[in-house]
């Protein structure tokens, strides 16, 4: 990672199912990210679909998720496969496996959030449990791409993922 400001991080996001929150967190950082950042997703266990409830509610926040699809992280070790600077987990299942050795050795973050799909209730009530975690992948996200140039070195980087990731999330 170097001080260039016109340098494009990549970003891989992590989740098991690859089902919402990971494609939830790439389709943020791709409509935020200002070209400064590319991201990806990819889950240890994919659950081979992404959750209705989420391209719902990116289609309602008019964020583009052409293209999302749940995958596994294997399809990012493979020869050919974009090179990350941060790899960011965003379940906690994920951050305890034993990942892939990662090509240039990445930066890795963990920012913990609670799995919408694991809510209960009417849709109303399901999808309110996905807004709540947009929202948190969004604070954390615009942190992120509010950093200055000069914060993305590998260094200061590390430290600054992991404060963005211990910052509490908003309330519902």
Request: charged share 20%; net charge neutral; proline share 8%.
């Amino acid at each position: 990672m170097g001080g260039e400001s016109a340098r494009v991080f990549n970003v891989l996001f992590l989740c098991t199912g690859n089902s919402a929150r990971s494609i939830l967190a790439e389709s943020l950082l791709n409509h935020l990210g200002r070209g400064r950042f590319r991201a990806y997703s990819a889950g240890s266990f994919p659950a081979g679909r992404v959750n209705p409830l989420a391209l719902e509610l990116l289609a309602q926040l008019e964020i583009d998720a052409a293209g999302a699809r749940s995958k596994s992280w294997d399809e990012f070790v493979q020869p050919g496969a974009p090179q990350f600077d941060v790899i960011v987990t965003v379940c906690d299942r994920a951050a305890g496996e034993v990942c892939p050795v990662w090509p240039g050795q990445p930066v890795t973050a963990h920012w913990g959030v609670p799995d919408p799909t694991l809510a209960t209730g009417n849709e109303a009530e399901r999808m309110q449990a996905f807004r709540a975690t947009c929202r948190a992948l969004e604070q954390r996200i615009l942190a992120l791409v509010n950093l200055p140039p000069a914060a993305l070195d590998r260094l200061r980087i590390k430290h600054e993922l992991d404060r963005i990731g211990s910052a509490a999330p908003p309330a519902p």
